[in-house]
Structure formats: C-alpha cells, structure tokens
C-alpha cells in the first residue's frame, strides 16, 4: 500500500528531530514535533511546558508530580487526569492529522496510536550513547547533570509514558517498520532510506 | 568507512535467509549461511546438525542435552564443552573470513563477534507473527507442533544462545546498524535498502 503518513519515534539525542525536518521538507510534506505541542495546547488548555513534562514524567514510585497527573484516573475517579486529558487531546490530534493531510508526526506514541493505519510508515530512530552525548552537548549544551544522566533519565520517562498508554515495550524493533541508527549510519542516509522506503 | 561485510541476524521465519542470498547475489559476494555450518563442522568434527542444536538449544533448567553441550566447563574443568568448542571455531571462522574478503555472514552471533570492525554493516531482520508463521509454512511445512510455537521455541533459544555468548540482549536495534520489518516492508525493498546502504 502507497505510504501517505510517516511516524517517528526517537531516542533522546538521536538526530530523529532533524531527520524528520529534512525527510518532510523533501518529500513537501508538514512535519509535526513542537507544532503537536501548540495544538495539543490549545485544545486542553495546558501549557507547552506542562505537556512536555506530564508526557514524560517519570513514574518513580515516590514521584509526586507523576502521581499527581498519572495516576488520578486509576483511583477510581471518573474525570480524566490531566494527563490522561493530553493523550485523549493528542490521539485525536494525530488521528486527525493523518486523516486528513500526508505528514510526518515524531513522538508522542504516534506509531501506536496510527498502528492499525495501513498507509503509515514507522520508524525508530537510535544511536549509541556517546553519539548522542555529543549531539546533545551540541544542541543544549552543558547543565549541572552529567550528559549521560540526562540521556538515562530521558530513556527512562519515554519508556514508562510509552508502556502506560500502549501494550507495548518502548523502543523494540517489533513495533517499527524500520529502525536506523543514525549514528552508524549518518543522519542524512538515514534520511536517504526514509524518502527512498516512502516514495516505494 | 566503506563496508565490506554484512551480517543478518534475523528472527525465525523471517525471510533473512533469502533477503541475504539476494544481497549478496546482487552484490557479487559469497553468501556464509548453511556454508558456515559445513566450515563449523570441518574445523571441530561435530556434525551439523549437533552444530545447530547445540547452538540454539534451550537452557530450560531440566533439559538434560543443553546441561551435557552446555555447562561442563562452568563446573570448574579446564577442557571446553562441546558448545564452547563450536563457539570458539565460529569465532575463528567469522573472523577469518571477514578479514580475507568482502562476504555476507548470517546468524551465528556474526553481528557480535564482529562488533569492532568499522567496514561492518550489521542487519536485523524481523516480522510480525502472522507473516513468520505463513513463511514456514510455506518453507517448511506443518508439524506436531503448532508454528506460533515453533517460532516462540526458536526465538526463546536464540535470545539464550546469543546472551550466554555475548553481554547483551538478542534483537535490540542498539546491536545493529538497521532493522528491517520484512513483512511491512516486503523481502524485495528489505534487500535493496541494504545493497543501497552497503554501496553508500
């Protein structure tokens, strides 16, 4: 089946931001990262900030954040939390998106909430730790956390975000179409093999 | 760098076995699958089928044949087991043989044991159940045992043959270059993104 949608998901620090910019630019499609944040913002009322945080909090039993926005809906009560509010606002925004337009979408769970569309492409995108230490030092600079930290605490939340709202393990080959690490491979043959799969 | 071997690792009933024929047709080079095997059994004097089972056997805590090929030299005596021997010779062999010439390497831990050299280009190959299922079927035809079994069984054996030879988990993107679904993708696009990568 002719693809029309691309998902990617990524590690932190693993060039999928830039891959999927220059893939949709390309192809002369719209690429939609940030651009999700401003829609799901607008439509639940929470900020950018706030949305960014709540998706990938940690779940850390002793977490207090993430228990104040993960776990009121398991308590038994019956208004969403407000995470629970931005993945139901982000499954219709995806869903809606990929309806009505070719696009590519990076992150938040597109590849599991577009899993049954037959016209999407997913693709994960990875890389070894010190490729993506420095890609990250180059893109944010130095903070008080070593690098390393960063990356496994980034690791950490996508992986518990990704298996709280799916029935999956985040990051295994099985839930993608094709992995590529851009490390080994360089972002723009990474690119190269997008377009190349894409365009059939 | 330019890549001189490839190695496919790949999920049973996955269709590795003839996306690598297929490269390396394409490519002009020779192909180490069953061949690896006929050296394996050359070089230690075990037949290829105890080769095979002793490879992929399982490390169920009752099974008599995996403690016989497999633990003897975890109980403290200095000659290797039958297993290790077999590990030892591959070793030797892959490494000969991706040193004398450019070749493609399926299975038997290749991705690992070649892990350092720069000019690699390493492959996982990968499907969903249904289609691995119809591949054997196909391939190999039915047996006692149901195929969703057959492949649970073969997988579950791999992933401990490849974790007690190597520090890391079997069919994680991370041990490879790219990951390729050949049942989303299809046998024919899965070979020529990896001619198309290899030849740069």
Same mark, same amino acid.
């Given at each position: ?5 691309? !998902?990617?998901?990524r ?5 999928g ?12 499609? *719209? ?7 401003e ?16 998706a ?25 939390? *407000? ?7 982000? !499954? ?16 938040r ?16 995108i990875?890389?070894?730790?010190e ?9 944010y ?29 985040w990051?295994? *080959? ?12 360089g ?14």
């Amino acid at each position: 089946m002719k693809k029309r949608v691309i !998902t990617i998901s990524r590690e932190f620090g693993s060039g999928g931001h830039s891959i999927g910019k220059a893939v949709a630019k390309t192809l002369g499609i *719209p690429s939609y990262d940030q651009e999700l944040l401003e829609k799901i913002a607008a439509e639940t009322g929470f900020s950018k900030e706030f949305i960014e945080e709540a998706a990938e909090y940690s779940t850390a039993k002793n977490s207090l954040l993430f228990n104040l926005v993960m776990n009121r809906s398991l308590h038994g009560r019956m208004e969403p939390s *407000p995470a629970d509010t931005i993945y139901f606002a982000q !499954t219709e925004i995806i869903k809606n998106l990929a309806e009505k337009e070719s696009c590519l979408i990076v992150g938040r769970c597109g590849d599991y909430i577009l899993r049954d569309k037959g016209d999407c492409l997913h693709i994960f995108i990875y890389s070894d730790m010190e490729d993506r230490a420095k890609r990250i030092l180059e893109r944010y600079g130095e903070s008080e956390k070593p690098v390393q930290k960063r990356i496994a605490d980034k690791d950490a939340r996508r992986k518990v975000y990704y298996s709280h709202y799916t029935d999956r393990l985040w990051g295994i *080959p099985q839930n993608y179409d094709l992995c590529l690490n851009s490390g080994a491979l360089g972002e723009e043959a990474c690119a190269n093999i997008i377009i190349n799969v894409f365009q059939g």
